[in-house]
């Protein structure tokens, strides 16, 4: 297999089958949306499988195996020949992996990428790349051309794998080390302080912590990995059964497959694979969240929400092997379950149960009638749902798919701008849509110089964080939004506006609320740039004097909303709670 073509190998999810699936589920015999996520685990399946009765076996786990150089520096609590050992130990059938995928039903495969020392076991897939990486702090953990034959190893076994029937892929690995290697590669792509993604490991003590932050912070400086290069960053910080597993990834995603994710390390090459091909991270659950800081860390920047957390860090596929029941059983749902017009039961169209008082169970008085719902003029619960998730899943992307926005869209968003609220009625916004990258060259000039300029005004630790920030997508996002405001428009004297002047460029920051929202519900990313003096703006787009360019916005499809915005994420600042914002009748008074 070649990583080459890779990128036009992987699809979208198919959406037709995925409004298929949720129609069926709200067809089902029960409250809409009352089964939570494994309504959204059935639908994923079915835009991965194209099918609304998706089959996810045979179940396999590819676990790879391989050894890291870096352990000569004492950042594990176990020697590096556990690694050959505990292969022996899977091939015999006695390790953890093995009872967990035989109780789940799944069988594993086990692969040596990189193990030091020769393993001779028939059912053994060898395919070794080297005898493990070299130590990361004196050089390089493998070659450029060694991560990238270790991924087309992924892709071939996968596709094999896949040509012999499986329907769904777990992720496992062995190798002592790899918890160092997967927090160098987290902390270098994903720009996240080290002392935030660096946890215990296999069962150091915080001594031993300090000094494996100590290790990733030289091998970062020593080999410079480049950030928005994943095959360099694996390539120079990385591991061998890391590489293998991203290329799992990348060749289930482009042959439609679900790749059930396990831990820290798994969830790793679940991140060079994005990072690679970022589609690929539509194809991805994650089993569950294990006690390793990082792991949140990356299971937030990919959007996945694990299904279990069981305080795990055992490794091998233990917490995929302990999903795969929760899987099959959104799988099953769709297949198994009645409607309501098969078990005869009366439903609304939101999935309520009439008549359920009358019956005797007053249970389900919860559940409001369409009447009272429409007298109160509240919008049904799955209309409500989709509000909120749209305000609460609304993130500022800054890394764009290369992927055109359909005009169609483009337009739907629009009119939701257009919508906004307005003082006075004055509608004083108006939308310059830019696709020429000779324009948007001139406004990433004019940013970036920006960009500049403001990382002198920040102190440490802000100010070595900021440098590692991508603060803006403008060339990388198919289109750039400017947002205008008129303060001209409808005359000197608008109802509303006479004592509050700047109520006008309020009403256009209402229009750049509703277009984000509805973005999001598009599947679209939306980052505002907020780093320019106006006056260049208005040269390069050629702006009255009068009008105010109040934003930049990039809009795109992008590989993952995170589940916290990013700047949240990287420790920059968090969310205040609302009840110390919150004050009763006068200033100052807390509820």
């Known amino acids: 297999m070649q990583i080459g073509p890779i990128l036009s190998r992987i699809s979208d999810l198919d959406k037709s089958a995925q409004r298929s699936m949720e129609e069926r589920l709200n067809s089902l015999t029960k409250p809409v949306r009352s089964l939570g996520r494994l309504e959204d685990l059935a639908i994923q399946l079915a835009g991965i499988t194209g099918s609304i009765k998706p089959a996810i076996d045979p179940a396999v786990v590819i676990l790879m195996a391989a050894d890291h150089g870096v352990t000569a520096e004492g950042v594990s609590a176990f020697p590096a020949e556990v690694t050959s050992q505990m292969v022996r130990n899977f091939m015999t059938g006695g390790a953890g992996i093995n009872v967990l995928t035989r109780v789940a039903g799944a069988t594993v495969q086990i692969v040596d990428i990189g193990v030091q020392g020769e393993l001779d076991f028939p059912d053994l897939l060898s395919h070794k790349i080297?005898?493990?990486?070299?130590n990361m702090v004196k050089g390089p953990a493998m070659s450029r051309s060694e991560a990238i034959s270790a991924i087309e190893v992924g892709m071939e076994v996968a596709h094999k794998a896949i040509e012999q029937g499986a329907k769904l892929i777990g992720l496992g690995e062995m190798g002592i080390g790899n918890t160092t290697a997967s927090s160098a590669l987290l902390a270098a792509l994903g720009q996240v302080p080290i002392e935030q993604v660096v946890g215990l490991g296999t069962g150091i003590n915080q001594r031993v912590r300090q000094h494996k932050m100590e290790v990733i912070r030289r091998a970062i400086e020593f080999n410079q990995p480049n950030s928005f290069d994943p095959i360099d960053s694996l390539a120079k910080v990385g591991g061998l059964e890391i590489a293998g597993l991203a290329g799992v990834i990348l060749e289930a995603a482009a042959l439609r497959i679900p790749v059930l994710v396990d831990g820290f390390i798994t969830a790793t090459a679940a991140l060079i694979a994005v990072k690679i091909a970022p589609l690929a991270a539509r194809y991805l659950i994650a089993s569950h969240q294990s006690v390793e800081p990082g792991h949140r860390v990356i299971n937030e920047m990919l959007g996945l929400q694990p299904l279990l957390s069981l305080d795990l860090r055992l490794g091998e596929g233990s917490g995929a092997a302990l999903a795969l029941p929760i899987v099959r059983a959104a799988a099953q749902i769709a297949?198994?379950?009645?409607?309501?017009?098969?078990?005869?039961?009366?439903?609304?169209?939101?999935?309520?149960?009439?008549?359920?008082?009358?019956?005797?169970?007053?249970?389900?008085?919860?559940?409001?009638?369409?009447?009272?719902?429409?007298?109160?003029?509240?919008?049904?619960?799955?209309?409500?749902?989709?509000?909120?998730?749209?305000?609460?899943?609304?993130?500022?992307?800054?890394?764009?798919?290369?992927?055109?926005?359909?005009?169609?869209?483009?337009?739907?968003?629009?009119e939701a701008a257009h919508h906004a609220p307005s003082v006075g009625f004055m509608q004083p916004w108006n939308f310059i849509v830019i696709r020429s990258e000779h324009i948007k060259m001139q406004l990433h000039e004019i940013v970036d110089r920006e960009v500049r300029i403001a990382g002198q005004y920040f102190e440490s630790p802000r100010s070595e964080l900021y440098q590692r920030l991508k603060v803006q997508g403008i060339l990388d996002a198919p289109i750039t939004l400017c947002i205008t405001n008129d303060p001209t428009r409808d005359g000197n004297h608008v109802l509303g506006r006479n004592t509050i002047p700047e109520t006008d460029v309020y009403s256009v920051v209402c229009a750049i609320e509703n277009l984000w929202l509805a973005a999001r519900a598009e599947g679209?990313?939306?980052?505002?740039?907020?780093?320019?003096?106006?006056?260049?703006?208005?040269?390069?787009?050629?702006?009255?004097?009068?009008?105010?360019?109040?934003?930049?916005?990039?809009?795109?499809?992008?590989?993952?909303?995170?589940?916290?915005?990013?700047?949240?994420?990287?420790?920059?600042?968090?969310?205040?709670?609302?009840?110390?914002?919150?004050?009763?009748?006068?200033?100052?008074?807390?509820?």
């Open 130 to 134: 080297r005898q493990g990486t070299g």
């Open 335 to 414: 297949k198994e379950m009645s409607t309501f017009q098969q078990a005869k039961v009366s439903g609304t169209m939101d999935g309520t149960v009439q008549g359920a008082i009358q019956d005797g169970n007053p249970g389900l008085a919860a559940y409001p009638s369409e009447d009272a719902i429409e007298k109160r003029h509240e919008f049904a619960s799955v209309h409500k749902e989709g509000v909120y998730k749209a305000i609460y899943e609304r993130r500022d992307i800054r890394t764009f798919i290369k992927h055109p926005v359909e005009e169609h869209k483009l337009q739907k968003i629009l």
């Open 524 to 591: 679209l990313g939306v980052g505002w740039v907020s780093f320019y003096k106006k006056q260049d703006v208005r040269t390069i787009m050629n702006i009255p004097p009068h009008v105010d360019p109040v934003a930049l916005i990039s809009i795109g499809y992008t590989h993952a909303f995170q589940s916290k915005p990013i700047l949240e994420t990287v420790g920059w600042g968090k969310r205040q709670e609302l009840g110390e914002l919150v004050y009763e009748d006068i200033w100052g008074k807390q509820q």
